[in-house]
């Protein structure tokens, strides 16, 4: 059961009606209005929706057929006679927000959210409770006037964002959609949209189970059907999972083997594949096979290479991309190209994110600016970089800058990292900088944590409209394995470079990544300089809270501090469970019972 996200306005509706009217007029906004309903207003008016959107006078056609859409369609099915009489209406979104699947009794919901719109994204529609639900990964929902849109403001909505079958990413959203009524929050049919989230998430894990299975089969049938005491190259993949044999890791590089998982995501959507062109200047051809469902649906590809001649495959030959612009996930793509966007213009651009997403880095990029900055210098107190028109200050060095900035010269960019970490002089300067001179181009990296004070809170409010939250690790998993290739050091002449096997992939892919990439950077640096092994790096090379993998159940905090020491014992021991048991002065069969209490 996921928590539910919505605003305490659903309590005071007439009044918000009052306030919406007063903002789409332009009036100052009476006290009370929560401060997410007007900020979602904000990023309306920002994005240029009408408040009178109308409806497309023609239908547009629904996206093509997906595993999602597969995996939901009889479930959802089945769960539309629950609507029954109440005006209700079920809506399947995919992870961009795009209509895969509507039903139910629309009588008097004509401009329900997802009847008429193919997408129900905030630079399409406005604030809706898809679109919420997607961003928080909870169960969101959305009443009446808390819509920007004239047509929806006597509409009640409640989404659940659909997980992935290892509930990392976030697939689409479950809505149920009712005419607004007296009860207003929670929604009348909060505990429908949960179940059938949960049942659709359910079915895609049963068809991923399978799916796994068949790749497995078909990898099996390959690496057996080649010359008797030959040893296979053979290499099976859909896109996420990867089976390499020996043979083949010895033939592969890291461009091939990203090409190869391109090929395979392209046989899933039933393009073509050119197995000439995936391998032409590797050194090495391949014979490439769709592995297919019992219903015909493409799944993944099986490989099977063989060198030509004598060469030895060669290394790619451009460079790799910065860390900072790594990633092919909706999520990241979307934030980075959003900020991308924002910063052709020359007004301010907030990029908020947790700590170790790539915030600094991906701001540096922005501007062209080199790498993290060392120590500070002679050169002041802001530790500037460079010799260009753009310079950097980092309030975790100096937590000041209040004269520096008030100082600043007009007309020369300013780059401001952490800004959590201004002290309130610094804050002021700021605000004073972006009121008396908001032609200046300003950048800021803004980590959230603690409760930011007013000055502070006045700033981030000031840029929220040109602001781009980078997703964390845990919610791009798919990128982790492009990641890993651009974090590891290049290797020694001569030496392989650093592959995982699939249990390695699948444990690092789980783990939820609390430092976001700085620690997935940090880990796989550690791996690369300390391992003393040859061939793929294994699962139980990883560290212990990377091996161990989530706890299959919700901890409370006690149990999430147990678990840490324990696993942090077990790393100082080198995961002997007796001297591990004794350091933590409980008996071995307590750390035995207690390590298996977290997998049930």
């Given at each position: ?132 639900a997607l961003r928080t990964r909870r169960r969101a929902e959305m009443h009446g006037p808390e819509h920007f849109l004239d047509r929806w403001q006597d509409v ?32 009348p049919q909060a505990a429908l949209a949960e179940a059938a989230a949960v049942a659709v998430e359910t079915e ?397």
């Open positions: 059961m996921t928590t539910t996200e919505h605003t305490s306005a659903a309590t005071a509706l007439p009044s918000l009606y009052d306030a919406r009217e007063r903002f789409l007029t332009g009036r100052p906004l009476p006290d009370g209005v929560p401060e997410e309903v007007a900020a979602a207003w904000r990023r309306a008016r920002f994005f240029g929706v009408p408040h009178d959107l109308e409806e497309p006078a023609v239908r547009p056609p629904r996206p093509v057929e997906s595993a999602l859409l597969g995996a939901a369609r009889p479930v959802l099915d089945r769960i539309v006679p629950a609507l029954g009489a109440d005006r209700s209406l079920l809506v399947l979104t995919d992870e961009r927000l795009r209509v895969l699947w509507t039903a139910g009794n629309a009588s008097g919901l004509d401009s329900c959210p997802a009847l008429s719109d193919p997408v129900l994204s905030e630079p399409e529609v406005g604030n809706n409770s898809a679109a919420l009640s909505a409640v989404s659940v964002p659909v997980l992935d079958p290892k509930g990392a990413q976030v697939l689409g959203t479950v809505t149920v959609a009712a005419r607004l009524s007296a009860t207003r929050s929670p929604h895609l894990r049963t068809r991923a189970g399978r799916a796994e299975r068949v790749l497995l089969d078909a990898y099996l049938r390959a690496a057996a059907g080649t010359v008797c005491g030959a040893d296979p190259a053979v290499v099976a993949l859909d896109g996420r999972n990867r089976l390499v044999s020996d043979a083949a890791q010895r033939l592969l590089t890291p461009g091939v083997l990203e090409a190869l998982d391109r090929a395979a995501v392209s046989a899933r959507r039933g393009d073509a594949v050119d197995a000439a062109a995936v391998t032409e200047g590797t050194g090495c051809a391949a014979r490439i096979t769709p592995v297919r469902l019992d219903d015909g649906t493409v799944l993944g590809i099986v490989a099977a290479l063989e060198r030509l001649g004598d060469s030895p495959p060669s290394a790619p030959a451009s460079p790799r991309s910065p860390v900072a612009l790594t990633g092919s996930s909706v999520p990241w793509r979307h934030a980075v190209a959003r900020a991308v966007e924002l910063a052709r213009s020359p007004e301010p651009l907030l990029l908020t994110g947790e700590r170790g997403t790539g915030k600094s880095a991906l701001a540096r990029e922005l501007l062209g600016l080199p790498g993290p900055p060392g120590p500070l210098g002679p050169s002041g107190p802001l530790g500037l970089l460079g010799e260009g028109a753009v310079r950097a200050a980092d309030a975790a060095r100096d937590p000041g800058l209040d004269e520096a900035l008030v100082a600043w010269p007009a007309g020369r960019p300013l780059l401001l990292l952490h800004a959590e970490r201004l002290a309130q002089p610094g804050v002021a300067a700021l605000n004073s900088l972006l009121d008396t001179r908001p032609d200046t181009r300003v950048l800021v990296t803004y980590t959230p944590g603690a409760q930011a004070g007013p000055c502070l809170q006045r700033l981030l409010d000031k840029l929220s409209a040109r602001s781009v939250t980078l997703p964390p690790l845990r919610e791009r998993p798919e990128d982790i394995r492009e990641l890993l290739s651009v974090l590891a050091p290049r290797p020694v002449p001569g030496q392989p470079p650093l592959t995982w096997t699939l249990d390695a992939l699948r444990a690092l892919e789980l783990y939820s990544w609390p430092g976001n990439v700085t620690e997935l950077a940090h880990v796989v640096r550690a791996l690369a300089e300390q391992r003393r092994m040859s061939g793929p790096v294994r699962r139980a090379e990883l560290p212990d809270p990377v091996r161990e993998g989530p706890a299959a159940r919700p901890l409370s905090p006690m149990e999430h501090a147990e678990r840490a020491a324990i696993l942090e014992a077990l790393r100082r021991h080198g995961g002997n469970k007796a001297r591990a048991a004794a350091a933590l002065g409980i008996g071995r069969a307590t750390l035995y019972r207690k390590l298996r209490g977290y997998r049930e």
